[in-house]
């Protein structure tokens, strides 16, 4: 039988229910699942949302649409805006969701973009962006996650969502592949650094999920049909199973794993096109 949200609030991970979860950019895709998986797993949770004007429109309807999925689990949930490559956002937003939530516990950086672009034509500017939201803005969040706390001395669990493409090379999205290579260093290094302070930082890597975003491929069979027949188990992932092994990291079941990025790739990581032998015998 299916488990439905109800039980899952229920029978969910150990050590989740009660605690506060920051979700960044959480309107939409992987983010959204892991906001609402988290909250029917019985955590609190501030859902981040970009502040800009030209995206108010949609990116409101996103968190409304977020949020009311959350609600029908009766936890506590709030929205917090702010662009995360900016820091006086990123102070700002962390001030606004602990004082409406009373702490955090669990940080998510899962905000992130990428720039399709041959790498000759890639200009600075457009490269200075992804890398500025998906490895200064992790780094900003976690260091106020890790500033908070430090403060009240209880530890805490980062958790950054980077991608199969900190390990296989992504031609025409370079920002982006570096992007996810410095996010593992700074997965790492953290990690290090603040085990001593029980503050666990890990990374999930998803493989090809079914998004919103990735509709132009997903929509399209012969592109998807080209897409999966790369992952040995011949599909492309779902939003929610990437929000469930998040949770797992952040629970008491995942509580002596720290510095590891763990890959839901349905094994593309395995270096799928090896599947048969490249031997002359």
């Not at 439905?4 to 959204?32: E, F, W």
């Not at 669990?157 to 592949?177: A, D, E, T």
């Not at 990374?203 to 509709?215: D, K, Q």
């Amino acid at each position: 039988m299916a488990v439905t949200a109800p039980q899952r609030a229920t029978d969910g991970m150990r050590g989740l229910k009660g605690k506060n979860v920051l979700v960044t950019g959480g309107t939409s895709g992987i983010g959204q699942a892991i906001a609402v998986r988290f909250a029917e797993y019985g955590a609190n949770v501030a859902i981040n949302y970009l502040r800009m004007p030209d995206e108010a429109a949609g990116t409101q309807e996103k968190v409304h649409a977020c949020v009311n999925q959350v609600r029908q689990t009766g936890v506590r949930d709030v929205v917090v805006g702010g662009d995360v490559s900016r820091e006086d956002d990123v102070v700002a937003m962390f001030g606004d969701a602990i004082e409406k939530l009373g702490g955090i516990d669990v940080l998510i950086n899962n905000a992130g973009i990428q720039i399709s672009r041959p790498s000759h034509e890639l200009s600075a500017d457009d490269f200075d962006k992804v890398i500025g939201v998906n490895v200064r803005g992790a780094f900003l969040c976690a260091r106020e996650a890790i500033r908070h706390f430090l403060d009240r001395d209880k530890g805490g669990s980062i958790i950054n969502i980077s991608s199969v493409h900190q390990r296989i090379p992504k031609p025409g999205y370079l920002g982006y592949s570096v992007s996810k290579g410095g996010m593992q260093n700074l997965t790492t290094t953290l990690a290090l650094e603040y085990a001593g302070n029980n503050i666990r930082v890990n990374a999930v890597g998803p493989g090809a999920t079914v998004t919103p975003i990735n509709r132009a491929w997903i929509d399209d069979p012969v592109k998807r049909e080209m897409v999966e027949a790369h992952i040995p188990l011949v599909r492309a992932g779902t939003s929610d199973e990437m929000a469930g092994v998040v949770c797992f990291l952040a629970s008491d079941d995942g509580a002596y794993i720290t510095g590891q990025t763990l890959f839901v790739d349905g094994g593309l990581t395995l270096y799928a096109d090896f599947r048969e032998p490249w031997s002359s015998e």
